[in-house]
Protein backbone atom coordinates (compact mmCIF):
# COMPACT_ATOMS: atom_id res chain seq x y z
CA UNK A 1 0.00 0.00 0.00
CA UNK A 2 1.02 3.22 -1.02
CA UNK A 3 0.09 6.35 1.34
CA UNK A 4 0.78 9.75 -0.15
CA UNK A 5 -0.34 13.27 1.76
CA UNK A 6 0.07 16.19 -0.79
CA UNK A 7 -1.44 18.88 -2.18
CA UNK A 8 -3.83 18.09 -4.43
CA UNK A 9 -6.62 18.85 -7.36
CA UNK A 10 -8.99 16.00 -8.19
CA UNK A 11 -11.62 15.66 -10.78
CA UNK A 12 -13.78 13.07 -11.47
CA UNK A 13 -15.83 11.60 -14.86
CA UNK A 14 -18.55 9.02 -15.76
CA UNK A 15 -20.93 8.15 -14.02
CA UNK A 16 -21.03 11.23 -12.29
CA UNK A 17 -18.58 14.10 -12.50
CA UNK A 18 -17.31 15.44 -9.03
CA UNK A 19 -14.57 18.26 -8.62
CA UNK A 20 -12.67 18.77 -5.98
CA UNK A 21 -10.47 21.87 -5.48
CA UNK A 22 -6.91 22.18 -4.19
CA UNK A 23 -6.44 20.88 -0.97
CA UNK A 24 -4.15 18.98 1.35
CA UNK A 25 -5.24 15.12 1.17
CA UNK A 26 -4.52 11.71 2.09
CA UNK A 27 -4.31 9.63 -1.03
CA UNK A 28 -4.23 5.55 -0.75
CA UNK A 29 -3.02 3.30 -3.92
CA UNK A 30 -3.85 -0.59 -2.75
CA UNK A 31 -2.12 -3.27 -4.26
CA UNK A 32 -4.86 -4.13 -6.28
CA UNK A 33 -4.63 -1.42 -8.14
CA UNK A 34 -7.57 0.48 -6.18
CA UNK A 35 -6.98 4.78 -5.15
CA UNK A 36 -8.76 6.29 -2.69
CA UNK A 37 -8.31 10.11 -1.53
CA UNK A 38 -9.26 11.10 1.87
CA UNK A 39 -10.22 14.18 4.02
CA UNK A 40 -9.00 14.78 7.71
CA UNK A 41 -12.74 13.47 8.24
CA UNK A 42 -15.14 10.70 7.79
CA UNK A 43 -14.04 7.62 9.04
CA UNK A 44 -15.29 4.86 6.38
CA UNK A 45 -15.57 6.92 3.39
CA UNK A 46 -13.61 8.45 1.08
CA UNK A 47 -13.68 12.16 -0.84
CA UNK A 48 -13.65 9.88 -4.06
CA UNK A 49 -12.43 6.55 -5.45
CA UNK A 50 -11.66 4.13 -8.01
CA UNK A 51 -12.34 0.61 -7.20
CA UNK A 52 -10.54 -2.59 -8.51
CA UNK A 53 -10.01 -3.10 -11.75
CA UNK A 54 -8.56 0.13 -12.80
CA UNK A 55 -5.47 1.42 -14.83
CA UNK A 56 -3.41 4.42 -13.50
CA UNK A 57 -0.58 6.46 -15.49
CA UNK A 58 1.40 9.33 -14.02
CA UNK A 59 3.24 12.05 -15.80
CA UNK A 60 5.24 14.81 -14.85
CA UNK A 61 3.63 18.21 -14.79
CA UNK A 62 6.71 20.13 -16.09
CA UNK A 63 4.37 23.16 -16.25
CA UNK A 64 1.59 22.40 -14.47
CA UNK A 65 -1.77 20.58 -15.44
CA UNK A 66 -3.28 23.25 -17.10
CA UNK A 67 -4.35 26.64 -16.06
CA UNK A 68 -6.57 25.10 -13.07
CA UNK A 69 -3.34 23.58 -12.03
CA UNK A 70 -0.61 25.82 -12.50
CA UNK A 71 1.54 24.49 -9.22
CA UNK A 72 0.87 20.91 -10.16
CA UNK A 73 4.33 18.72 -10.62
CA UNK A 74 2.09 15.54 -11.43
CA UNK A 75 -0.66 14.75 -13.15
CA UNK A 76 -2.03 11.22 -12.36
CA UNK A 77 -5.09 9.61 -14.42
CA UNK A 78 -7.02 6.30 -13.15
CA UNK A 79 -9.82 4.58 -15.51
CA UNK A 80 -11.53 1.64 -15.49
CA UNK A 81 -13.46 -0.72 -18.01
CA UNK A 82 -17.10 1.27 -17.81
CA UNK A 83 -14.84 4.38 -18.95
CA UNK A 84 -15.17 6.35 -15.97
CA UNK A 85 -12.21 8.52 -15.33
CA UNK A 86 -10.61 10.08 -12.26
CA UNK A 87 -7.72 12.95 -12.51
CA UNK A 88 -5.55 13.88 -9.84
CA UNK A 89 -3.24 16.67 -9.99
CA UNK A 90 -0.41 16.56 -7.28
CA UNK A 91 1.36 19.46 -5.99
CA UNK A 92 3.71 19.58 -2.93
CA UNK A 93 3.93 16.44 -1.45
CA UNK A 94 4.78 16.12 2.64
CA UNK A 95 4.81 12.32 2.90
CA UNK A 96 5.46 9.72 0.20
CA UNK A 97 6.21 5.95 1.64
CA UNK A 98 5.09 2.13 0.53
CA UNK A 99 4.07 -0.48 3.25
CA UNK A 100 4.17 -3.77 2.41
CA UNK A 101 1.01 -5.50 4.38
CA UNK A 102 0.78 -8.80 2.99
CA UNK A 103 -1.99 -11.38 2.45
CA UNK A 104 -5.51 -10.24 4.53
CA UNK A 105 -7.20 -13.39 6.50
CA UNK A 106 -10.57 -11.26 6.33
CA UNK A 107 -13.15 -10.67 9.03
CA UNK A 108 -13.56 -14.02 11.20
CA UNK A 109 -16.66 -14.79 11.88
CA UNK A 110 -17.72 -15.62 15.33
CA UNK A 111 -19.55 -18.93 16.54
CA UNK A 112 -22.79 -17.49 15.65
CA UNK A 113 -22.33 -15.74 12.44
CA UNK A 114 -20.82 -19.10 10.79
CA UNK A 115 -23.64 -20.85 11.86
CA UNK A 116 -25.93 -18.59 10.67
CA UNK A 117 -24.25 -19.09 7.46
CA UNK A 118 -24.39 -22.70 7.53
CA UNK A 119 -28.02 -22.45 8.24
CA UNK A 120 -28.74 -19.82 5.51
CA UNK A 121 -27.03 -22.19 2.92
CA UNK A 122 -29.20 -25.19 4.38
CA UNK A 123 -32.47 -22.94 3.75
CA UNK A 124 -32.14 -20.97 0.91
CA UNK A 125 -36.12 -20.44 1.03
CA UNK A 126 -35.68 -17.86 3.44
CA UNK A 127 -34.57 -15.55 1.05
CA UNK A 128 -37.39 -16.85 -1.81
CA UNK A 129 -39.19 -19.77 -3.06
CA UNK A 130 -37.11 -21.24 -5.86
CA UNK A 131 -33.85 -20.18 -4.39
CA UNK A 132 -31.33 -22.59 -4.98
CA UNK A 133 -27.43 -23.04 -3.25
CA UNK A 134 -24.33 -22.28 -5.72
CA UNK A 135 -21.37 -22.08 -3.21
CA UNK A 136 -20.44 -21.07 0.18
CA UNK A 137 -17.49 -18.97 0.73
CA UNK A 138 -17.38 -17.77 -3.39
CA UNK A 139 -13.94 -16.69 -4.13
CA UNK A 140 -13.47 -13.19 -5.21
CA UNK A 141 -9.98 -11.16 -5.74
CA UNK A 142 -10.60 -9.55 -2.73
CA UNK A 143 -11.99 -12.03 -0.19
CA UNK A 144 -14.90 -14.69 -0.17
CA UNK A 145 -18.77 -13.84 -0.69
CA UNK A 146 -20.11 -16.05 2.34
CA UNK A 147 -23.13 -17.29 -0.21
CA UNK A 148 -24.22 -17.49 -3.82
CA UNK A 149 -26.97 -18.61 -4.96
CA UNK A 150 -29.39 -18.68 -7.99
CA UNK A 151 -32.87 -16.89 -7.50
CA UNK A 152 -36.45 -18.30 -8.68
CA UNK A 153 -35.07 -16.58 -12.41
CA UNK A 154 -31.79 -18.13 -12.43
CA UNK A 155 -30.07 -15.15 -12.01
CA UNK A 156 -26.81 -14.94 -9.31
CA UNK A 157 -27.58 -13.39 -5.68
CA UNK A 158 -24.32 -12.63 -3.47
CA UNK A 159 -25.45 -13.21 -0.03
CA UNK A 160 -23.48 -11.48 3.17
CA UNK A 161 -23.97 -12.73 6.37
CA UNK A 162 -23.60 -10.46 9.70
CA UNK A 163 -25.09 -11.48 13.20
CA UNK A 164 -25.25 -7.79 13.56
CA UNK A 165 -25.49 -5.78 10.47
CA UNK A 166 -23.25 -2.28 10.16
CA UNK A 167 -22.09 0.21 7.09
CA UNK A 168 -18.95 -1.80 6.98
CA UNK A 169 -20.43 -4.93 5.89
CA UNK A 170 -22.70 -3.34 3.51
CA UNK A 171 -19.60 -1.63 1.75
CA UNK A 172 -17.64 -5.26 1.52
CA UNK A 173 -20.64 -6.61 -0.09
CA UNK A 174 -20.81 -3.53 -2.53
CA UNK A 175 -16.83 -4.21 -3.62
CA UNK A 176 -17.47 -7.97 -3.89
CA UNK A 177 -20.55 -7.08 -6.29
CA UNK A 178 -18.57 -4.65 -8.19
CA UNK A 179 -15.68 -7.34 -9.29
CA UNK A 180 -18.45 -10.00 -9.60
CA UNK A 181 -20.23 -7.49 -12.12
CA UNK A 182 -17.51 -7.30 -14.27
CA UNK A 183 -17.62 -11.15 -14.74
CA UNK A 184 -19.87 -11.41 -18.30
CA UNK A 185 -20.36 -14.74 -17.62
CA UNK A 186 -21.87 -13.66 -14.07
CA UNK A 187 -23.96 -10.42 -14.13
CA UNK A 188 -26.01 -9.19 -13.40
CA UNK A 189 -25.05 -10.14 -9.83
CA UNK A 190 -27.49 -8.35 -7.36
CA UNK A 191 -27.02 -8.64 -3.51
CA UNK A 192 -28.56 -9.29 -0.49
CA UNK A 193 -27.38 -8.16 2.97
CA UNK A 194 -28.46 -10.53 5.78
CA UNK A 195 -28.03 -10.24 9.79
CA UNK A 196 -30.05 -10.71 12.87
CA UNK A 197 -30.02 -7.11 13.58
CA UNK A 198 -29.23 -4.37 10.69
CA UNK A 199 -28.69 -0.37 11.58
CA UNK A 200 -30.68 2.11 9.87
CA UNK A 201 -27.68 3.41 8.32
CA UNK A 202 -26.58 0.47 6.82
CA UNK A 203 -30.23 -0.24 5.58
CA UNK A 204 -29.98 3.52 3.78
CA UNK A 205 -26.46 3.22 2.32
CA UNK A 206 -27.92 -0.72 1.58
CA UNK A 207 -30.76 0.98 -0.78
CA UNK A 208 -28.47 3.59 -2.17
CA UNK A 209 -25.86 0.57 -3.74
CA UNK A 210 -29.25 -1.52 -4.68
CA UNK A 211 -28.60 -4.23 -1.98
CA UNK A 212 -31.92 -5.64 -0.56
CA UNK A 213 -31.77 -6.36 3.51
CA UNK A 214 -33.06 -9.64 5.00
CA UNK A 215 -33.74 -9.92 8.83
CA UNK A 216 -33.25 -13.34 10.18
CA UNK A 217 -34.03 -15.11 13.34
CA UNK A 218 -31.40 -17.57 13.84
CA UNK A 219 -33.70 -19.37 16.37
CA UNK A 220 -36.55 -20.14 13.74
CA UNK A 221 -33.76 -21.40 11.55
CA UNK A 222 -32.02 -23.85 14.41
CA UNK A 223 -36.00 -24.95 14.78
CA UNK A 224 -36.26 -23.83 18.43
CA UNK A 225 -38.86 -21.29 17.72
CA UNK A 226 -42.41 -22.39 17.23
CA UNK A 227 -44.87 -19.85 16.19
CA UNK A 228 -47.55 -21.40 17.51
CA UNK A 229 -46.50 -21.48 20.79
CA UNK A 230 -45.94 -17.51 20.75
CA UNK A 231 -47.99 -15.48 22.95
CA UNK A 232 -47.79 -12.52 21.03
Known amino acids: MRLLIAQCQVDYSGRLSAHLPRATRLIMVKADGSISVHADDRAY ?24 APWA ?7 NNSG ?13 Q ?23 ADNPDTFGDGWSLVQREFLTPIGPVDLLFRDERGAYVAVEVKRR ?9 S ?4 LMNADPLMSPVRGVFAAQLIKPQAK ?8 SCVLVDYDALRGMDDPAERLF
Open 84 to 96: DVLKIAIGEVLFD
Open 165 to 173: GEIDGVEQL
Open 73 to 79: TQLWEVS
Open 45 to 68: KPLNWMSAPCAMTVEDAVDGAGPD
Open 204 to 211: TLAATRGI
Open 98 to 120: AFELGVDPGLEKDGVEAHLQALL
Open 175 to 178: RYLE
